[in-house]
């Protein structure tokens, strides 16, 4: 069964409710446009570019060992965020591993963000 477009407009409403209502605010940083990259992406400084609402994903340690990732989270599926950017939550920067946005029945409901710790 297919659903309406009333119907999937209704799981992103929902789904965006679930993860705003966590309470939580992460910030976005990508590399400066304007600086010099020596050695790649991660050499080059980053700005603040945005602050955005999330979710942290309870995800079992196995499954994030398994991935070599840190946490999961949960953002809106319109939220530009890539691998390689760096976010930050509660004072703690991290690195974007993995970018997968999930479809529910034919609709984006939201993206899940797999993250590394940085250790400066």
């Given at each position: 069964m297919l659903l309406s477009d009333?119907?999937?407009a209704f799981i992103a409403e929902c789904t965006a409710e679930l993860i705003?209502?966590?309470g939580?605010?992460?910030?976005r940083y990508v590399?400066?446009?304007?600086?010099?990259k020596i050695y790649g992406t991660d050499d080059a400084?980053?700005?603040l570019d945005c602050e955005f609402p999330f979710e942290f994903v309870t995800t079992p340690i196995q499954i994030l060992t398994s991935e070599r990732a840190d946490a999961a989270i949960s953002v809106l599926p319109d939220q530009e965020i890539n691998e390689?950017?760096?976010v930050e939550f509660e004072g703690v920067m991290y690195k974007?591993?993995?970018v997968e946005a999930l479809n529910v029945f034919g609709v984006i409901s939201h993206k899940v963000i797999t993250?590394?710790?940085?250790y400066s």
């Open positions: 009333r119907d999937k705003a209502s966590s939580q605010t992460g910030k590399p400066d446009p304007n600086s010099e400084p980053f700005i390689g950017d760096r974007v591993v993995t993250v590394v710790r940085l």
